[in-house]
């Protein structure tokens, strides 16, 4: 029966169909974000430099981690880097104002929620600046154990803040 | 076993152990990963290191049916074999077939992409990183992580291909593709001339896995 010999490759032809069609981003308007805020800058600026921001506080926080995670610690190098988390992080407070947020348009992975709930956010904002604050002292003293538990508490902050107010990825 | 069938080894018992660890710890690493237990993700990670090191030693001193570079097939086999596909009853091939061989390759190329960019993956927090992480730049690290989360897409649409092909062959050519990768053994109505015994040396069994065991203490050693 041609119509039965034929549907094996009507098959294999329907599911090559269907694994191409897998790719694909979201589409994001490129003119979306044009808007001015009161700090002089675009919507879409503050969320690109917040996310720049971000990686920077990355990068300083991967350098101590990688020091940890190496057998010989280099304490100078984790110092530097504990003495610029400060820095790059300095106005996280105002990374986040209103009209920033996925409504915008602009790519983000920031969540409306931020907004809905602005003093838990400014919270768990200050909570990190806490953490980098201590993991700075530790840093000073030398002690690795005293950065091993700073790093961590520190990571436990980046947490508990993408947990709940980042898209997941 | 239906009438006038036959019974025969197509598949050693390294290379089902090996298909069945393989298919648990990629189930393990996307839970872990969904998860966010990144701890665990890289030491299961290390362990399909060591499958896939394994897979890929035996696939150069193995039995034939596990042979890799048997496995680019030719234009004309490749054709050849498409047309069998009509046949009535449909009579399998001894082992991987050419389209099951394009299949396996493509899964162990990806498979091996995958454990490879994760090596030097690095998230988004610079909180974890992949074993070889510390040697590359967060941005790097962030460009490995972007890479490991295409080739997974990539490697979904493979593994669907794959058990939609398995259910398509039972279904469609009436020919059971699980019970040979459980027992090995497979039916057929004849054993084709020339077919080789499909036996695991216990030394090249031994030797795959010292190279396998040496690779992930290296990667353990000289990572973090």
């Known amino acids: 029966m041609a119509y039965r010999k034929s549907s094996f490759t009507l098959c294999?032809?329907?599911?090559?169909?269907?694994?191409?069609?897998?790719?694909?981003?979201?589409?994001?308007?490129?003119?979306?974000?044009?808007?001015?805020?009161?700090?002089?800058?675009?919507?879409?600026?503050?969320?690109?430099?917040?996310?720049?921001?971000?990686?920077?506080?990355?990068?300083?926080?991967?350098?101590?981690?990688?020091?940890?995670?190496?057998?010989?610690?280099?304490?100078?190098?984790?110092?530097a880097a504990a003495t610029k988390l400060p820095e790059v992080s300095a106005g996280i407070a105002d990374w986040f104002p209103q009209g920033t947020g996925p409504e915008s348009g602009v790519e983000t992975e920031a969540l409306a929620i931020i907004w809905d709930e602005p003093e838990d956010y400014a919270a768990k904002v200050n909570d990190f600046k806490a953490a980098i604050e201590a993991l700075e002292i530790a840093a000073q003293t030398g002690e690795v154990e005293s950065v091993q538990a700073a790093a961590q508490a520190t990571g436990g902050t980046c947490k508990a803040c993408h947990d709940k107010y980042r898209l997941d990825d | 076993m239906a009438a006038n069938q036959v019974k025969v080894r197509v598949w050693d018992w390294t290379v089902r152990t090996f298909h069945w660890a393989l298919a648990l710890l990629v189930c393990a690493m996307w839970w872990t990963a969904e998860q966010g237990f990144m701890g665990w993700h890289k030491w299961l990670g290390l362990g399909l290191i060591g499958l896939l090191v394994y897979r890929l030693v035996w696939g150069v001193i193995g039995?034939?049916?596990?042979?890799?570079?048997?496995?680019?097939?030719?234009?004309?086999?490749?054709?050849?074999?498409?047309?069998?596909?009509?046949?009535?009853?449909?009579?399998?091939?001894?082992?991987?077939?050419?389209?099951?061989?394009?299949?396996?390759?493509?899964?162990?190329?990806?498979?091996?992409?995958?454990?490879?960019s994760g090596l030097f993956a690095v998230d988004v927090d610079g909180l974890f990183s992949g074993w070889f992480g510390r040697y590359v730049s967060f941005d790097t690290g962030r460009a490995f992580s972007d890479f490991h989360e295409s080739v997974f897409n990539g490697l979904i649409a493979l593994i669907t291909l794959h058990v939609i092909a398995i259910a398509a062959y039972r279904l469609i050519l009436k020919t059971n593709l699980v019970g040979p990768m459980l027992d090995g053994q497979q039916e057929r109505p004849s054993v084709p001339d020339g077919h080789a015994t499909v036996h695991a040396s216990p030394f090249r069994v031994l030797i795959a896995l010292l190279i396998a065991f040496a690779v992930c203490w290296s990667i353990f050693s000289f990572g973090g």
């Open chain 1, 12 to 79: 294999a032809a329907a599911v090559l169909g269907l694994t191409a069609c897998g790719g694909g981003g979201d589409a994001v308007d490129p003119n979306a974000g044009s808007e001015m805020l009161s700090n002089g800058m675009t919507v879409k600026a503050q969320i690109e430099a917040r996310q720049d921001g971000f990686k920077a506080i990355g990068a300083e926080f991967k350098t101590i981690n990688d020091q940890l995670r190496s057998g010989s610690p280099d304490i100078a190098a984790i110092q």
């Open chain 2, 63 to 116: 039995p034939k049916s596990a042979r890799l570079f048997r496995l680019v097939p030719g234009p004309k086999s490749l054709v050849g074999y498409i047309k069998t596909l009509n046949d009535r009853p449909y009579v399998p091939a001894m082992g991987h077939n050419p389209l099951g061989g394009l299949s396996v390759l493509a899964l162990l190329t990806s498979l091996t992409l995958q454990a490879g």
